[in-house]
């Protein structure tokens, strides 16, 4: 067998597992989110949209939660490389994430415009025109200087 031959014949044997690994990971965009339950899940479909999961796991870091708009962007894993095991790793929306910012700086926010940012120069929150409400606490104690532009209310 000579060297064409034999990569031929390589490539013929493992044409089948390169495609099952080529399609354990990939893109998705979500079509609707179920909160309800311990475990958030969604349906997505695939980039190209020749197929539609349903009922998929979709893993969040602890501490944040975040229910993504419809047509956000994912990523997708079929643990296993089982189509019975699929779960969504990351999801963004391009539209809504903020831009433009510096090297180590963070955030959250949402599609309204409602933003928490972590800046180089301190903490900025923008309310997007939205009340911004402290609740539940005995106390909120302010260690510095308070600058109030509006009235204050001793309701």
Not at 24 to 33: A, E, F, P, T, Y
Not at 70 to 99: C, N, Q, T
Not at 123 to 130: K, Q
Request: with cysteine; proline share 5%; glycine share 14%.
């Amino acid at each position: 067998m000579n060297r064409r031959e034999l990569t031929a014949f390589i490539n013929g044997m493992t044409a089948p597992v390169l495609r099952r690994v080529r399609g354990m990971i990939g893109r998705c965009i979500l079509d609707m989110v179920d909160d309800s339950g311990g475990r958030q899940m969604v349906q997505v479909h695939l980039y190209g949209g020749m197929e539609t999961l349903t009922g998929v796991e979709r893993f969040q870091a602890y501490g944040h939660n975040a229910v993504p708009p419809a047509g956000a962007e994912g990523i997708f894993a079929k643990l296993s490389g089982s189509p019975d095991h699929v779960v969504v790793l990351v999801m963004e929306s391009r539209d809504a994430r903020p831009k433009g910012w510096q090297p180590g700086e963070s955030g959250l926010y949402d599609n309204l415009g409602q933003l928490v940012h972590l800046t180089r120069a301190g903490i900025v929150i923008d309310g997007a025109g939205l009340p911004v409400t402290v609740q539940n606490t005995p106390s909120v104690t302010i260690d510095g200087d308070l600058h109030v532009t509006g009235t204050i209310d001793h309701g």
